[in-house]
């Protein structure tokens, strides 16, 4: 990316919460609890902002995701929780973005492009919200539209097993084993029309389904 607003990497104070938070809870409970495994990780690019684009099955898909990227990933959170007096450091270190509740696709995608300024990995779930079986049905073409007006790539993640962590009924996570799959970096629509979104979006969504399906 040549693109002079944006910075390379995310601000210096972010990583030193992130290694910590995730050396000290994320990663072992990734690797020993879950089992876990990653594929494809040399396919991150260690400097410059992208689009994460994953499957959604689970409330602990966001910091799983994380623990396998080698680098931060940013994810939108409520305003609400950024006016909570010591909350809003913790979260906004570690890379989380206010959306306004009620502000519709645009505000979300202006909070995604500031993080993407910022130099953030930013992490976006193609279907906006969980499916029982963690394949992709339905994806939505906001990651596509974030990535066209930053013209940033996007790199497709498969989360594998997530949608077997939380039973109907049960608040304690089961230790079920969980693989996260890496694709290889696409480039950004070249236009913000809507055919070039949905080409964009539709391979995407064909790839990480086509990861998921690898299974174990």
């Given amino acids: 990316?040549?693109?002079?607003?944006?910075?390379?990497?995310?601000?210096?104070?972010?990583?030193?919460?992130?290694?910590?938070?995730k050396g000290s809870i994320i990663v072992p409970t990734f690797y020993s609890?879950?089992?876990?495994?990653?594929?494809?990780?040399?396919?991150?690019?260690?400097?410059?902002?992208?689009v994460v684009v994953s499957n959604h099955a689970s409330y602990f898909d966001p910091p799983l995701l994380g623990s396998g990227m080698g680098r931060p990933v940013a994810f939108m959170a409520k305003e609400e929780l950024f006016?909570?007096?010591i909350l809003k450091e913790g979260i906004r270190l570690y890379?989380?973005?206010?959306?306004?509740?009620?502000?519709?696709?645009?505000g979300a995608i202006r909070s995604a492009i500031a993080a993407l300024k910022d130099g953030w990995l930013v992490g976006i779930f193609m279907e906006g919200t969980r499916t029982v079986d963690g394949r992709i049905n339905d994806p939505k073409l906001g990651a596509a539209m974030i990535a066209a007006k930053a013209q940033v790539p996007l790199l497709p993640v498969s989360l594998w097993g997530t949608e077997k962590i939380l039973q109907k009924g049960s608040s304690w996570p089961r230790p079920v084993p969980i693989t996260i799959r890496i694709g290889e970096?696409?480039?950004?629509?070249q236009s913000s029309k809507r055919k070039d979104l949905e080409s964009v979006t539709e391979?995407?969504?064909?790839?990480?389904?086509?990861m998921h399906d690898l299974g174990r």
Avoid: T
């Avoid at 990497?9 to 290694?19: A, D, G, Q, T, W």
């Fill in 1 to 21: 990316m040549e693109n002079s607003e944006f910075r390379e990497r995310e601000p210096i104070s972010s990583l030193f919460l992130y290694y910590l938070f």
């Fill in 83 to 85: 006016e909570i007096p």
């Fill in 203 to 210: 391979k995407c969504a064909m790839i990480i389904n086509q």
């Fill in 185 to 189: 970096v696409i480039n950004p629509p």
């Fill in 33 to 50: 609890y879950f089992r876990g495994r990653v594929y494809g990780r040399e396919n991150v690019p260690m400097k410059h902002p992208l």
């Fill in 95 to 106: 890379g989380a973005y206010p959306v306004k509740r009620g502000a519709g696709d645009r």
